[in-house]
């Protein structure tokens, strides 16, 4: 009698291993699992029965959504068959039976027999295959057999490669985490049929019925008269277990047993709390694929107290869930900023039997997380010692009363007259590719099939844990949107080609034929970062005939704004401080964000007067004001001031910096001290420092130009001299 624990694992500060929850007894009656029927000819009743030709869906009587699922999975069935050492020994029963539930896949059928050699021969199809055969008078050889019957996506590559070689000694050596492996002793007390023909003949063999010897199939009612019959009788006048294998001789509406059986699929609304980085969006994505979850939607939302209920979500969750309750992160620790958390992820998942396998979903995600050290850095940011599970993620059934209180359907669109709001505005876009900018990266046809693989390889952080695929130039995920179609407008605003192109028609019609994901992305120099990344070839190329158009991005800033107002509002997107390259080289903010006035129709020099003060960064307003003129000091040492100044200036000159103020002093004690580094312990090189500031006159300058503090410090290069050649010989 064990139950799972709902909390799941844990991870201590000190360590850096998750793991995994003990089981939990419950301390319910042992007849609320199991149902014991004492009577006399149960076992016939129930085991003699006929079995019929058909598969069974048992209807879950959850709510489903009306909307097609925008990134499909594809179901399979598989049939494996369980004998000699592994059939005998329980852990290694166990062991089978959990791995079927780490990898998403249900039990479709089980059955327990003793097949005869023949039979076996024909199944293994000449495998030298020991079953642990025995001798039963007057019916020769036979074997105890478990045949399982498994359902679920990509069942019968996932099951194969998780059994593992036949040869058990080939297993150790080759795959030593396989079930053959760790459990068999014998020679392959585990088979699998490796193509799809042989699975629909052994499923058949091991689950299918008979035809009798009269040639008379008894196919009993449909469904529908069935169902339509237990809804007209009282809840007492129902059959019970005992007799229900005579409901063929009373009349009833009767149908044969289903000796393979699925269930109708279960919509879930996953919800990822701040304490879950973005940059690993793609990832999770990813492993929801692999487990057979259809995604129907995605969305980033804050969450707002009156959600807690709605979610009935525990206090200790309310904490870190709700925008209200939730930490507020420092990022920029060096300059001592605090930004609020980043939303939630929120996706509308669908599988069959979907919410039975979340705990499985959910530990794999745990148990990857820590494989790649980032559990480190989630709790970092929880207050709470155990970081489990139900901290980081929140599976809900769906409805549609759920659906509307978390915003509404996920795939929506702003509306033409938001869309004309947020053109009119007049803004001053970035032109300099080397600077921050926003990209709209869409992504369409053969990629929607890895589309985790693709965001994470744009993120930093690969499903793969490859260190090929790893991205550090850290982009900072500002929006995110799946949809079912692209309406051939916004084909037309996608597509890098200009109508009478040759191409144009082309890219149109391969864009708007299924889904596609809509992914804003900020960065910088991202443009060509991006094209590079993801193989893009740059826009005027002729692309061959089997092109696909599977992946555009925008190519200026302003581009890049009408693309992501056809698909986001403003508030739809969010900033992610901690993989925003550019942070700890910007001002001190003097207002933690800004949103549109639908009444402003310029960027005029009084615009902290025309802002609402919000939490969040307004990314529209950001983009519309343009390129920042920062300004930045620099002191040029003495020695430094009397051999090279000359250089100095011609350096700063060719990076485009404007000397806006320039001035020699001779510096006290004191304002020389200001300009030594904080925490400094070394007595004796502080001494020295001091001596060669204020031993002789001093050049200090104010520059100013776009993005002046990283493209100063870019100059420099290292504090080291050593390092600093070693970079390059042009560093001062």
Request: with cysteine.
């Amino acid at each position: 009698n064990i139950e799972r624990s709902g909390d799941g694992g844990s991870r201590s500060r000190t360590g850096s291993v998750y793991v995994p929850a003990r089981p939990f007894i419950a301390n319910r009656p042992m007849s609320t699992y199991v149902s014991v029927h004492p009577g006399d000819g149960a076992v016939d009743r129930l085991f003699n029965t006929a079995s019929g030709f058909h598969w069974m869906t048992v209807d879950l009587e959850e709510t489903r959504s009306d909307r097609p699922a925008v990134i499909p999975c594809d179901v399979e069935n598989t049939v494996s068959l369980l004998a000699g050492s592994v059939l005998l020994n329980s852990e290694a029963v166990l062991g089978v039976l959990l791995r079927v539930v780490q990898l998403g896949l249900d039990i479709a059928g089980v059955r327990l027999m003793h097949a005869s050699q023949e039979t076996l021969k024909k199944s293994l199809q000449g495998l030298n295959l020991s079953f642990g055969s025995r001798s039963r008078e007057g019916q020769g050889e036979e074997a105890k057999v478990v045949a399982l019957a498994l359902r679920g996506t990509s069942a019968r590559s996932v099951w194969l490669e998780a059994v593992g070689p036949n040869d058990p000694c080939l297993a150790r050596v080759t795959d030593p985490q396989s079930l053959m492996a760790l459990h068999a002793t014998d020679s392959a007390p585990i088979f699998t049929p490796r193509n799809s023909s042989r699975i629909h003949i052994e499923l058949c063999k091991w689950f299918g019925a008979r035809v009798p010897a009269s040639g008379v199939i008894e196919v009993g009612q449909s469904l529908e008269v069935i169902n339509r019959s237990k809804r007209s009788k009282p809840h007492h006048h129902r059959q019970s277990v005992q007799d229900s294998g005579d409901a063929s001789h009373t009349g009833s509406p009767w149908r044969p047993a289903a000796p393979l059986v699925a269930t109708t699929d279960c919509d879930i609304i996953l919800i990822c709390s701040p304490l879950v980085p973005p940059r690993v969006t793609g990832f999770i994505m990813s492993v929801c694929l692999s487990q057979g979850y259809s995604v129907c939607g995605v969305r980033r939302s804050r969450l707002a107290p009156k959600h807690s209920s709605i979610l009935t979500l525990t206090k200790q969750q309310s904490n870190m869930f709700i925008h209200n309750n939730a930490t507020q992160h420092i990022v920029c620790r060096s300059r001592n900023f605090t930004f609020p958390p980043p939303p939630c992820l929120l996706l509308h998942l669908r599988k069959e039997n979907g919410m039975t396998q979340i705990a499985a979903l959910l530990e794999n995600i745990m148990v990857w997380l820590q494989q790649q050290g980032l559990l480190a850095e989630i709790q970092d940011g929880c207050p709470v010692v155990d970081l489990v599970p139900s901290l980081c993620f929140h599976p809900q059934l769906y409805s549609d009363s759920l659906l509307s209180a978390l915003g509404g359907n996920f795939n929506s669109v702003p509306d033409g007259d938001s869309r004309q709001r947020s053109l009119s505005y007049v803004g001053r876009f970035k032109s300099n590719p080397g600077m921050e900018h926003i990209a709209v990266v869409t992504l369409t046809g053969s990629k929607m099939k890895t589309i985790g693989e693709v965001l994470g390889k744009i993120l930093g952080v690969s499903f793969a844990n490859s260190t090929k695929t790893a991205n550090l130039r850290n982009f900072e995920l500002i929006g995110l949107k799946l949809l079912p179609i692209l309406t051939p407008q916004q084909a037309q605003e996608l597509t890098p080609y200009e109508i009478g192109d040759l191409h144009w028609h082309r890219s149109i019609a391969a864009m708007v034929t299924g889904p596609a994901m809509v992914v804003v992305i900020r960065g910088l120099n991202v443009f060509e970062e991006l094209r590079q990344l993801l193989d893009i070839p740059t826009v005027g190329y002729s692309p061959p005939k089997s092109a696909s158009f599977a992946q555009l991005i925008s190519t200026t800033s302003e581009l890049s704004f009408k693309q992501a107002t056809l698909f986001f509002s403003d508030r739809e997107l969010f900033a992610d401080p901690s993989s925003r390259q550019t942070l700890p080289y910007l001002p001190t903010p003097q207002f933690s964000s800004m949103i549109l006035d639908p009444s402003i129709k310029s960027m005029p020099s009084s615009l902290n007067n025309q802002l609402t003060h919000i939490d969040d960064e307004s990314i529209y307003t950001t983009t519309l004001i343009g390129p920042l003129q920062l300004t930045t000091i620099l002191v040029v040492k003495p020695e430094a001031n009397r051999r090279h100044l000359a250089r100095i200036l011609k350096h700063i000159a060719r990076e485009g910096l404007t000397v806006v103020a320039m001035r020699s002093v001779l510096l006290d004690e004191t304002s020389a001290r200001g300009l030594l580094k904080e925490g400094q312990t070394d007595d004796r090189l502080t001494a020295l420092q001091l001596n060669s500031l204020t031993d002789r006159p001093v050049t200090i300058m104010a520059l100013q130009g776009e993005n002046a503090i990283k493209k100063l410090l870019d100059l420099l290069g290292p504090s080291d001299p050593v390092k600093a050649r070693r970079q390059d010989q042009c560093h001062w």
